[in-house]
Nanobody, 121 residues
Framework: QVQLVESGGGLVQAGGSLRLSCAVSGRIFRINALRWYRQAPGKQRELVAG???????NYADSVKDRFTISRDNAKNTVYLQMNSLKPEDTAVYYC???????????????WGQGTQVTVSS
């Protein structure tokens, strides 16, 4: 029905940068919130950053001033630019989309498969 495909993860040294992308496709009437979450081994999944359709953003305190979330509504794609990466940023990063599949629908939750980000010290 709706698919999220993430890309851009990988291995980077501390202080480096990565850019994650998440393309949303399928039966889409409107995409409301787009978010990035992450989950490190042995830890709970946590919200990293979010952006709503109007463009307002929010960030976890741990990534403020280092990460930037953006969206391209024409491409139904959300990005996460990650700068000044730290070893503690190592995690699997998941994309989330709140999607209405029809004009009278409610926002349904969809998740990507996750992409690994590893930051070496």
């Amino acid at each position: 029905q709706v698919q999220l495909v993430e890309s851009g993860g990988g291995l980077v040294q501390a202080g480096g940068s990565l850019r994650l992308s998440c393309a949303v496709s399928g039966r889409i009437f409107r995409i409301n919130a787009l978010r990035w979450y992450r989950q490190a081994p042995g830890k709970q999944r946590e919200l990293v950053a979010g952006i709503i359709s109007g463009g307002n953003t929010n960030y976890a305190d741990s990534v403020k001033d280092r990460f930037t979330i953006s969206r391209d509504n024409a491409k139904n794609t959300v990005y996460l630019q990650m700068n000044s990466l730290k070893p503690e940023d190592t995690a699997v990063y998941y994309c989330y989309a709140g999607v209405l599949v029809a004009y009278n629908d409610f926002a349904r939750q969809f998740w990507g498969q996750g992409t690994q980000v590893t930051v070496s010290s």
